[in-house]
Each structure stands twice: as structure tokens, then as C-alpha cells.
């Protein structure tokens, strides 16, 4: 189970962690905001030291109800970050946490070797097109509607089967323009409650029926901090429960705010499953 990110291929058989910088002033997390320089750089720094195979940069704040931003200030935000990074890490491989076919463009030629989209090309009709042009590897996550609809869209006839369903359309679609790697994400927390974002994750190995890379991404997640009356804050040990119970079930990325205790994770359910 390979991924070509620049040429450098990861084998994803033995799970990886990608590290969330989130560059902009209303992430759900305040502890993952890095919004200057010095900020950026210290959180890389931190997260590749830890062990995060990827970083994962986001500049469009997509926790539900988040204010939308224009496409200028989207890219005012993540282009500076890419170069700045790279500048320092020239090895890093970061991921673009983006619905927008033209940030996902600039950014790749920017330096960035995979695209995030909360959309799997939805949101914008140029994405998929754009992945299959620069061959990048593409993350598909599932939603219905956008981040500031998605809360009221959390209606399902059979949740595990739509969402199938609905990756089924996606992964064809990326196919037909021959795009080569795909990662799936069955979107905790993006239009739907927290039962159903538990009966997600207790069925996730379903997913792997679609035989591609899995990404989970609960990481101090409201399904955590909500169930437990707490504040996300408080939900790193929360979110280590969940991340195992992912790993457990089949998942080859987790998607984290903490890197060292994902990566810990890691190593213990390797000795269970090993």
C-alpha cells in the first residue's frame, strides 16, 4: 500500500501520523493555532521531531459553522507557510488541507505532495482535474453540504452504506481522470452527530473493503469532549482511546493534534497485531 508524495514513496502497510498545523485564528483546537512565523516553524518542528510522517496545513478554518474566507486569503495564508516550512524542513512532506482547486494548484507547485479535501472534489467542479494534472496523492473525505451547512445535513438512510456508497461515486470519478493514489476519510464530526460518528468508527474496518489507504481523524474531536462533558482541551486521553480503537480497525494515517502519543499508539497496537 504505496503513495507517491515527490517521489518519495511512503508505505502506508505500517500505520503513519500526520500532524495538524492549522494556520488561522478560529481552529476548533486553539492549541493547534500557529498563525505567525515563529509559530509555524516551532509546531513543525516539534510534530517532525515526534515522528509525523506528514504535516498537514490548513488556512480555511472547516469546524462546523466556521466563517467562509475568500480564495485571496485562503492562499495568503498557506503559501507563505509551505515556503517557510520547506525553507527549514526541505524534506518534509506536507499535506494542503484545501476544497479549492486553486489553492490545491498553487500550493503543489509551491512544494506541497498531497491534497486534503474535506469535499473529495465536490466544493470545486476544477479539483479532481487539477490532482490528476500534477498526480499528487489525494485524500477524499466524506461530507454533505459545506462546513457552515453540514450540521443540519446529518440525515442517513443507512449511515456505513451511504457513505460507501458515496466514496464508490468519488473513487470512479478520480479513476476516469486517472488519478493513482487515493486515501479515504470517512469524516468524522462533517454531517454527523456524535452517535453516529461512534457507530463510524465501530464499523470502520468495513472501509477497507474499498482497498485503498484509510484515514482517521477524530483527534479531539467534539464526539470526544461532548460525550465526556469536557472541553477539547481536556481530550488528548479521549482522543488516544479512539486513535487506538482506528488502528485496531484497520486505519494506516491518523490525523492528530499531539504526534507523540499517536506515535505511541502506534508502536503499542503494533505488538498486538504483530
Not at 515526534?50 to 485571496?72: H, K, M, N, Q
Request: proline share 4%.
Amino acid at each position: 500500500m504505496l503513495i507517491n508524495c515527490k517521489g518519495n514513496l511512503i508505505d502506508l502497510t505500517q500505520p503513519k501520523v500526520m500532524g495538524i498545523i492549522n494556520i488561522t485564528p478560529d481552529s476548533f483546537y486553539s492549541e493547534s493555532r500557529s498563525t505567525s512565523d515563529k509559530e509555524i516553524l516551532k509546531s513543525a518542528e516539534k510534530m517532525l521531531a515526534e515522528g509525523a510522517t506528514f504535516l498537514d496545513l490548513g488556512a480555511y478554518s472547516s469546524r462546523p459553522g466556521a466563517d467562509d474566507i475568500p480564495v485571496e486569503e485562503e492562499l495568503k495564508r498557506m503559501i507563505p507557510a509551505i515556503e517557510l516550512i520547506l525553507k527549514e524542513y526541505p524534506d518534509a512532506i506536507l499535506s494542503i488541507d484545501t476544497f479549492r482547486a486553486e489553492v490545491a494548484e498553487k500550493s503543489i507547485t509551491s512544494g506541497a505532495s498531497i491534497i486534503n479535501d474535506i469535499s473529495a472534489g465536490k466544493l470545486d467542479e476544477k479539483m479532481l482535474s487539477i490532482i490528476a494534472q500534477y498526480q499528487v496523492p489525494y485524500i477524499m473525505m466524506h461530507m454533505k453540504g459545506t462546513p457552515q451547512t453540514m450540521k443540519d445535513l446529518n440525515e442517513y438512510d443507512d449511515l456505513v452504506a451511504d457513505v460507501l456508497f458515496y466514496f464508490s461515486e468519488r473513487i470512479k470519478a478520480a479513476r476516469d481522470l486517472g488519478i493513482n493514489d487515493i486515501i479515504i476519510d470517512p469524516g468524522f464530526g462533517f454531517a454527523k452527530d456524535i452517535s453516529q460518528n461512534f457507530e463510524l468508527l465501530s464499523k470502520l474496518k468495513l472501509f477497507r473493503n474499498l482497498d485503498l489507504p484509510l484515514l482517521a481523524g477524530v483527534s479531539r474531536k467534539s464526539m470526544i469532549w461532548k460525550k465526556l462533558e469536557i472541553s477539547a482541551n481536556e481530550a488528548l486521553n479521549g482522543t488516544t482511546v479512539l486513535n487506538t480503537t482506528a488502528l485496531l480497525k484497520g486505519a494506516n494515517i491518523l490525523r492528530v493534534h499531539d504526534v507523540k502519543e499517536a506515535i505511541e499508539c502506534i508502536k503499542l497496537t503494533n505488538e498486538l497485531t504483530n
